[in-house]
């Protein structure tokens, strides 16, 4: 069973950064696509970013793109979420998921971190 944990959330300012790590309890997620998700308060979970095993494919939502990074360290079992500008709208729980390369969903995710974007 994969175990991913999440760090790196708090309260930070408008304009301000962000680091986000997962790191995952297995090596076997060296093979397998990442995701970084996100639900705030009263809405749905959303996709953020996400990255292919050997990092040749990312993909970022549009309320993200230019300012968010995803990357990934296959020699740690981690992946990243470098944020920068943040602005209010960002404010959620922040969730890494694991996605094998034999299924078509997210399987394993972490437990979350919170990120309030505040003045």
């Known amino acids: 069973q994969v175990q991913l944990v999440e760090s790196g959330g708090g309260l930070v300012q408008p304009g301000g950064s962000l680091r986000l790590s997962c790191v995952a309890s297995e090596r076997t997620v060296s093979t397998y696509t990442m995701g970084w998700f996100r639900q705030a308060l009263g809405k749905e979970r959303d996709v953020v970013a996400t990255?292919?095993?050997?990092?040749?494919?990312?993909y970022y939502a549009d309320s993200v793109k230019g300012r968010f990074t995803i990357s990934r360290d296959n020699a740690k079992n981690t992946v990243y979420l470098q944020m920068n500008n943040l602005k209010p709208e960002d404010t959620a729980v922040y969730y890494c998921?694991?996605?094998?390369?034999?299924?078509?969903?997210?399987?394993?995710w972490g437990q979350g971190t919170q990120v309030t974007v505040s003045s």
């Open positions: 990255i292919t095993w050997n990092a040749g494919n990312t």
């Open positions: 998921a694991a996605r094998p390369l034999y299924r078509s969903d997210y399987t394993y």
